[in-house]
């Protein structure tokens, strides 16, 4: 008559065989799963979506009327208002005209724009020709952030150009906009050392008129 042990033992070599068969069935979830993850993130470990690519910013003063266009700018003379936010990687970021001594000029631009696409290459040129204003600090800040937009993402675009001023990535709602008046791509504003806006300008300038502007704020 057979034992116990060995009426058993066909069903515990089935249990194993199931319990083996479950175990490769979770491995290959969790590689895909990991697959999944590297694919989502171009490999870096960061999301690849448009929140990895805005930060939250926080503004302090009040915010500058929109922009009408060159002609009368109601900005002209007010004070610029504070932005405290981060770069693309989470450094903090701060513009705060006024408080260097120095005169700023901020770029607000957009990675789908065209014209942002055009004029950052001659800003960039003109630094290394050494040909804009000196001591004047100059940041960009990405704005109007679409990952279904083309040119995406901002951070590869303006590293590609090899922008070599601080950036800052606005908020998804377009905060920095919002608080200097943003009315088209590109968008520059002049602030003097003192804080208060000198200039705004709408569209491209090129390369003369980039440095004619910055001129501006170094002028007496």
């Not at 693309?88 to 724009?113: E, K, L």
């Not at 109007?144 to 800052?168: D, E, H, I, K, T």
Request: proline share 9%; with cysteine; glycine share 12%.
């Amino acid at each position: 008559m057979p034992s116990a042990t060995k009426r058993k033992a066909p069903q515990q070599q089935a249990r194993t065989k199931q319990l083996r068969l479950w175990a490769i069935i979770g491995a290959v979830v969790v590689g895909i799963a990991i697959v999944a993850i590297i694919a989502s993130t171009g490999g870096s470990g960061t999301p690849s979506s448009s929140g990895s690519e805005t930060r939250s910013v926080t503004v302090t003063g009040d915010a500058l009327p929109a922009f009408p266009g060159p002609d009368a700018d109601p900005a002209v003379g007010m004070a610029a208002p504070t932005l405290a936010g981060e770069s693309f990687g989470g450094q903090p970021v701060t513009i705060d005209p006024g408080s260097t001594g120095n005169p700023t000029a901020i770029w607000f631009v957009a990675h789908w724009c065209p014209h942002c696409q055009t004029e950052l290459p001659r800003i960039v040129s003109l630094s290394q020709q050494g040909a804009l204003a000196s001591g004047v600090d100059v940041y960009a800040v990405s704005t109007g952030v679409n990952a279904s937009a083309p040119n995406y993402p901002p951070s590869a675009w303006l590293r590609s150009v090899g922008w070599p001023f601080p950036v800052m990535a606005d908020s998804a709602e377009g905060a920095t906009g919002k608080a200097y008046g943003l009315a088209g791509f590109p968008y520059l504003v002049l602030i003097d050392a003192e804080g208060n806006v000198v200039a705004r300008h709408s569209g491209e300038l090129g390369e003369d008129g980039i440095a004619l502007a910055l001129g501006q704020l170094t002028m007496g």
